[in-house]
């Protein structure tokens, strides 16, 4: 008996460690319960690079932390997932369209000098771009109001002719039945395409960048935004603004392989070129525009560029409705379970309950230790695994119930029923295992929430059904009060010569 | 009864219950239902719509959900779903350079609790422009609640390695589960616990399969899990009877294979319901309480459990006396 009760010890201890511990740490909640939003990030490789090595990725997430940190959400976890992806938490956030902005731009940006000669097409590129650029402003104006049922604007238009003259010219096929704004779109693309085509190739990039800002500009509602160099970019700079001023060639800076701004730089500059270090980007940013382009600027270019691939939103209201509803289909759950097992077990079934109880306690206080951010498929896991550690249980009462038959002592019995049920209680709860490693190991996100509470659940169940029922159902059987077979089975199927 | 503590020969068990005398019914039920289930998923394939033996989610397919919620006092007004189709089939969202316009008019609207809620499937969008969808369906439905919004996007290439990961983690988890039961077991019981697996899973797809042709239901990765947990709980079920014809060989030496089955079934089948019953009714909970994300899951687990309890006991044990003869 001794060695019951320093069983029972150990179980009441671990309970109470187990209550604290819920009470210092609470639960993880995850994103569908707390509301907020989730991006999935897939880096790409590019160029020489033909799969992403871990090296990568995580450069890639170190340029993606800057980012994030200049963005200002609070709470933000940024994880990789697999071999090539990132996962960004952004509990709360109920919009991600600028997060997704933000990041998934590779931000590279080159200074380009113009190449000599190509003054006269480059004036008529960039007055068609402007016009182009107006043109589908207006028309993207006009279909917001009319999508909010606003006053319609009036519509201003590029002629048919010229928007169809225009792409021939520069080689574009027009697509059959495409839309006006379709049209001007491709237009922008391929004469931007002609721009950048027509700088030399980049001399100074983003890498020697120490900083970068934002300003207000003294005439008109843009933004400006301001960088500074490193000495060896001050330098490049300086030789490259030495290099065209005066001479009506541009500077051209390409973002992402975006012509953003195309700038003169004056004759004054010849003798020495822009020096100091710094230059600033009249590209006419709005607020937002101008702080993203900052942040993206300050956290540096990516390695590799990156594909947003997944993107999930769950407002905070559905989180709540899904927290209540998952509460009390567990709570539920369990009650069910409870009747069902006094009902047909009686003492032994009240024992499993328990039993049952502390396995509730103990999987929660292992969610809040490793810790388990909870999800809803991962609740269901949980509910699930309530069924599955019954189970064990169930094998074990009817084992007994068959020894008490035989005619067997209660001791006995119970004895007897834990050890036979034992084989197949293991095998049970090794093919449940088995199905949980390979959910992990292959699943994604959800998957493995389900997979992570329902293992829990399984190797819990094993020591809650093989010990804490074994102790507290011999803990019982120590009281002569109870020692009665009748507490587990109806008198009618017990032989005559049993009591 | 027990054999296990006092055996004589004189008292072999006399099961209440004999399987076998019910076991050609059990297999013209057990073939209809997987005749059945290989029809669905033939219609399916078949079916130019789906072209898949299950109707494929948006796990699988890729694309944007879109989920709202509208804000009206008391009663909400009535609300089209074909009317939102066409605003939102006359939107241009704004598109990033280089990537092409998502086609708006392949909308599908789901106008759901009375027209309080709606659920849009669109291609896949960029939140920028699920925004701009949003706020059209705005313009038509009047206030929505943003806190009871949910948004889901999954692109293509992430949708290509969801169905892969679940295909893959199915057909590990079968073989290793395979693995396990014959290093436990001999090849005979591994090869019908196997048969029972398939079974059960088979007839869990067969229904979603029927369900998609006539409802609509989609499958999504969760289905897959609950294929994969469907998968290890056939087998734990069904050992359980094996166990026992096992542990029972020498005493039952005497008896035909038949009949030791019989034994087994019979001593075992309490147990055999118990032990579905006590894992269906959190399972039950879960379909009436645990919400519109669990909802199908469960029921899937529920069929899964429920056919996998039926095969445990009708058609694994049954068909082992065929496979002993010979």
Redesign the interface.
């Known amino acids: 008996m001794a060695r019951q009760q320093g069983w029972f010890a150990l179980i009441l201890a671990l309970a109470i460690a187990a209550g604290a511990l819920l009470v210092s740490f609470p639960l993880q909640l995850g994103l ?1 319960l707390r ?1 907020g939003s989730q991006l ?1 990030l ?1 880096v790409l490789p590019a160029g020489s690079i033909k799969s992403v090595q871990k090296e990568q990725l995580e450069a890639v997430k170190d340029v993606l932390d800057r980012r994030i940190n200049g963005l200002g959400v609070a709470e933000s976890t940024l994880q990789t997932v697999g071999d090539d992806q990132l996962v960004l938490q952004l509990p709360g956030e ?4 600028r ?3 933000v990041l998934g731009t590779t931000a590279l940006l080159e200074f380009r000098a113009q190449t000599s000669g190509t003054e006269q097409e480059m004036t008529g590129l960039l007055k068609l771009k402007r016009q182009a650029q107006a043109v589908l402003n207006q ?2 104006a006009r ?2 109001a ?4 606003q006053p319609e604007p009036p519509e201003t238009q590029f002629k048919a002719e010229d928007l169809a003259r225009s792409l021939q010219q520069l080689g574009v096929a027009i697509p059959p039945g495409s ?1 006006e ?2 049209q001007l ?1 491709l237009l ?2 391929a004469v ?1 395409s002609k721009v950048v085509a027509l700088f030399e190739p980049a001399t100074l990039t983003g890498r020697d960048l120490t900083g970068a800002g934002r300003q207000q500009q003294q005439s008109g509602s843009g933004w400006d935004v301001t960088l500074s160099f490193n000495s060896e970019g001050g330098r490049k700079f300086a030789e490259l603004t030495k290099d065209i001023a005066g001479t009506g060639r541009l500077l051209g800076i390409v973002l992402d392989g ?1 012509s953003i701004s195309e700038a003169t730089v004056g004759p004054e500059f010849k003798p020495a070129g822009i020096t100091g270090g710094g230059a600033s980007i009249t590209g006419n940013f709005s607020a937002e525009e101008a702080r993203d382009l900052e942040v993206q600027l300050r956290g540096g270019s990516l390695p590799l560029p990156v ?12 989180g709540a ?2 927290i209540r ?2 509460l ?3 709570l ?3 009650a ?2 409870a009747v ?2 006094v009902v ?1 077990y009686r003492l032994a079934g009240l024992v499993s309950v328990l039993a049952l109880s502390l396995y509730a306690l103990f999987n929660l206080a292992i969610y809040a230790l490793i810790p388990v951010t909870l999800t ?2 991962g609740i ?1 896991g949980f ?2 695994s ?3 550690a ?2 064990a249980n ?2 074990i009462f ?1 084992r007994v119930k ?2 008490l ?2 005619g ?1 002592t209660l001791i006995r019995s119970i004895d ?1 029923g834990f050890s ?1 049920a034992f ?2 209680i293991l ?2 709860h ?3 295992l ?6 992990f ?4 996100g ?2 493995k929430g ?2 992570v509470t ?1 293992a829990i659940g399984l190797v819990l169940s094993l020591f809650t059904a093989l010990t804490c029922t074994r102790t507290l159902l011999r803990l019982l059987m120590s009281y002569p009060a109870l020692r009665r077979s009748t507490y587990f089975l109806p008198a009618a199927q017990l032989p005559a010569s049993a009591s | ?2 054999t ?3 055996p004589a020969a004189s008292s072999l068990p006399t099961p209440r219950f004999r399987i076998s005398r019910h076991r050609r019914l059990a297999w013209w039920g057990s073939s209809l239902a997987c005749g059945l289930s290989v029809i669905g998923l033939a219609l399916c394939w078949l079916n130019p719509a789906i072209g898949a033996p299950l109707r494929p989610g948006l796990d699988f397919t890729g694309g944007t959900q879109i ?1 709202l919620e509208r804000r009206c006092d008391g009663a909400c007004t009535p609300l089209n779903p074909s009317q939102v189709q066409r ?1 939102l089939a ?3 969202p ?2 990033q ?2 990537e092409e ?1 998502p086609n708006l008019a392949a909308t599908a609207v789901q106008v759901l609790d009375q027209g309080r809620s709606l659920v849009l499937r669109l291609p896949d969008l ?3 422009q ?3 969808v949003i ?2 369906v ?2 038509e439905a009047g206030a929505l ?11 293509p ?2 949708g290509d ?2 169905l892969k ?2 295909v ?3 057909l ?2 079968f073989a ?2 395979a693995a ?2 014959t290093f ?1 077991y001999d090849r005979i019981f591994a090869a019908l616990a196997l048969l029972c697996l398939g079974h059960d899973v088979l007839i869990t797809c067969g229904v979603f399969a029927w369900l998609g042709l006539i409802a609509g239901i989609e499958v999504d ?2 289905f ?2 609950s294929l ?2 469907v ?3 056939s ?2 079920d069904t ?2 009877v094996f ?1 026992r014809i096992r ?1 029972q060989k020498s005493l039952l030496s005497a008896l035909s294979v038949s009949d030791q089955v019989d034994v087994a079934v019979d ?2 089948l ?2 055999s319901l ?2 579905s ?10 379909i ?4 519109s ?2 909802f199908w ?2 029921v899937a ?1 529920t069929i899964g459990i429920a056919v996998g309890s039926w095969s445990s006991i009708g058609v694994a044990p049954t068909l082992l006396p065929l496979f002993s003869r010979r």
Do not use: H, W
Request: glycine share 8%.
């Open positions: 569908d509301g999935t897939q109920q919009d991600p369209s997060a997704a902005k028309s993207r279909a917001a009319i999508a909010n049922g839309s704004t379709e779109e922008l693309a931007n975006r594909k947003l691939i997944e993107v999930r939103t769950v407002g905070p209201s559905l409705e899904n509803s998952s009390i289909a567990a539920s759950g369990l069910l379970v069902f097992m047909v809803l498929p269901a509910i699930l309530i069924g599955m019954v189970d169930v094998l009817e068959e020894e038959r035989a067997n007897t036979l084989s197949s095998d049970g090794v093919t449940g088995i199905s949980c490693v390979a959910l190991a292959l699943g994604t959800l998957v389900f997979a329902l | 009864m027990s296990t503590t006092a989920q605003r006359g939107l241009q704004p598109v350079a280089g316009a960029n939140p920028e699920a925004a701009v706020s059209a705005q313009a609640n943003p806190a009871a919004t949910a948004i889901d996007t999954i692109g290439t992430l390695q969801l990961g679940s893959i983690s199915l590990v988890s290793a589960i396990y039961i436990r990765s969760l897959a899990v994969i947990t998968a290890g709980y087998v734990t050992v359980v166990d542990e001593a075992t309490t147990r118990y032990t019953l006590t894992t269906l009714l959190p399972l039950v909970a879960l009436f309480f645990g919400g994300t669990l899951f469960a687990l």
